[in-house]
């Protein structure tokens, strides 16, 4: 059974940094892409940042993040990374892991991970 697991969110004061991380396990054939939502109280669910690849990798971020967060992906472990930085009151969000995987002997689907809070605040 596919699975992503987060890590790393928590309490930060405005200016502060995290990094989140995401690690997909189970029989896992190919991951493209992964990336990272996040939903504020009383919001949507709305898209921060996913790498995929063709021909190299290629990021896309959300305006508001952009020069503040970096997305990376280690694929020798399934794992994609969100490294945040100067770090806003309205970054405070719960965050969600999501990727494309192809499972050994299935379809591709969409996954998505439990979430993990993180609140930015003095």
């Known amino acids: 059974q596919v699975q992503l697991v987060e890590s790393g969110g928590g309490l930060v004061q405005p200016g502060g940094s995290l990094r989140l991380s995401c690690a997909a396990s189970g029989k896992i054939f190919s991951i493209n892409p992964m990336g990272w939502y996040r939903q504020a109280p009383g919001k949507q669910r709305e898209l921060v940042a996913t790498?995929?690849?063709?021909?190299?990798?290629?990021?896309n971020y959300a305006d508001s993040v952009k020069g503040r967060f970096t997305i990376s992906r280690d694929f020798a472990k399934n794992t994609v990374h969100l490294e945040m930085n100067d770090l806003k009151s309205e970054d405070t969000a719960v965050y969600y892991c999501n990727a494309g995987i192809y499972p050994t002997g299935g379809g591709w689907g969409v996954y998505w991970g439990q979430g993990t809070q993180v609140t930015v605040s003095s």
């Open positions: 790498i995929s690849i063709s021909s190299g990798s290629v990021t």
